[in-house]
């Protein structure tokens, strides 16, 4: 594909993830075929480094530890699904945050991808064992698979709004520097 797309099909989201450890600490060369997600990077570095965190830092912390795979490849680890979400912030007369009209999102599990596009209202469903390139769209098709995805979906984004809102927004100011910054690498007009 050329240039990025706007839309999270596995082309752009799909990396793989490669961990090095000191020498005489880590598995030799393991090569773990399973999704994970990278909020799953800072557990597996706190079990790994054997960090004892407090309890309120621990309800914070999203993700599970990867080490279970990494030094047996147990099935300790399952990640049943994996999500991404793009949205654009807001400023002005509504405030600042999230718009929840401008969220793109998506929800995978090892055979079904969901693309909910509420910015320009168009969802897309693929069946990633027969279209792993992501090619036929079956939203019509497949209306129970897609309800049932986007209802998963529609759970989590309504808890990270709620979560962003306590939080109080991104919590930081943009400076003059940060917004020169972006605007010189395309990301802001």
Known sequence: MYGHMDRPYDELIHVPLIMKFPKGDAPKDVSIPKNCRLIDVVPTIVVYLNIELS????DQLAGESLMSLIQDGSEGYVCE???TEKAV???GEKGEGI???SIQASIRTDKWKL?????NNKNELYNLKDDPREQIDLIADQSAVAVELETMLSNHL???MESSTKMG???FEESEEVKRRLRDLGYID
Do not use: A
């Open 158 to 160: 309504k808890e990270m």
């Open 169 to 171: 927004g991104y919590g």
């Open 89 to 91: 912030p807001r400023s």
């Open 115 to 119: 693309i909910l596009d509420r910015f």
């Open 81 to 83: 699904h994996i999500i």
């Open 99 to 101: 718009d929840p009209d």
């Open 55 to 58: 309890l309120q830092i621990r």
